[in-house]
């Protein structure tokens, strides 16, 4: 079946670095590719999206590429702040599959003034 | 403005009590799930619904019961059948291409 398999955190950095969450994916079909963010004691945002081969998600300084060919949708920043510590969550959906989404199990993020 | 509503967002269960989570949404969409979130883990499907009075069961269905009579509103509910109902639920509405999600309610059995 689908899934999706994320590095395990906690992600720990110092204001102003770079970051990258790695995120695979296996599917069949051409599945949609979704990165959210869930703050403290919150229910999950959007952050971004990219529905096909090669799209490019960005939002807010974060992007993620499409990569089909390695099954990957990596979320990197250039510069990290203080705000951006939450857990980030990376899913998939098909249409072929009534648009369920299939998480992967979350990388906790701190960034550290 | 428009979005999804869950209450309430703490919810306190003794064993052997069923309880109901409300999520309303006022967003148009025909799509409503329900998701279980354990610390360190992802989300979890419990059920969702495609179309009023029509639901189907996700991967963790045991132990839960849901109903989709309005648009708007796709209640769950928690049944003493449910062993470990201790965790994080939450309620999302979505379109073709994105899912809009509830702020949660954090239930715990005491």
């Known amino acids: 079946g689908d899934s999706v398999t994320q590095m395990e955190g906690p992600v720990t950095l110092s204001e102003e670095a770079f970051l990258t969450i790695n995120c695979t994916y296996t599917a069949t079909g051409y599945p949609s590719l979704f990165w959210y963010v869930q703050y403290p004691g919150e229910g999950l945002q959007l952050l971004l999206k990219?529905?096909?081969?090669?799209d490019k998600g960005s939002n807010k300084g974060f992007e993620a590429t499409y990569r089909k060919e390695t099954t990957s949708f990596h979320l990197e920043k250039g510069s990290v702040q203080v705000s951006d510590s939450a857990v980030y969550f990376c899913a998939l959906s098909r249409r072929d599959s009534s648009y369920k989404l299939i998480f992967g199990s979350g990388t906790r993020l701190l960034v550290r003034p | 403005d428009g979005g999804i509503t869950q209450s309430p967002k703490y919810l306190f269960r003794k064993e052997g009590q069923n309880v109901t989570l409300s999520c309303e949404q006022n967003l148009n969409h025909d799509a409503m799930y329900w998701y279980r979130q354990d610390p360190g883990q992802g989300l979890r499907l419990i059920y969702y619904?495609?179309?009023?009075?029509?639901?189907q069961k996700g991967d963790i269905a045991e132990g839960y019961s849901v109903s989709r009579e309005k648009k708007e509103s796709f209640p769950l509910t928690v049944t003493s059948a449910q062993k470990n109902p201790t965790a994080f639920y939450l309620c999302?509405?979505?379109?073709?291409?994105?899912?809009?999600f509830g702020q949660g309610t954090r239930l715990t059995v005491v």
């Open positions: 999302a509405s979505r379109t073709d291409t994105e899912a809009f």
């Open positions: 619904s495609q179309i009023v009075n029509d639901f």
């Open positions: 990219a529905t096909k081969a090669d």
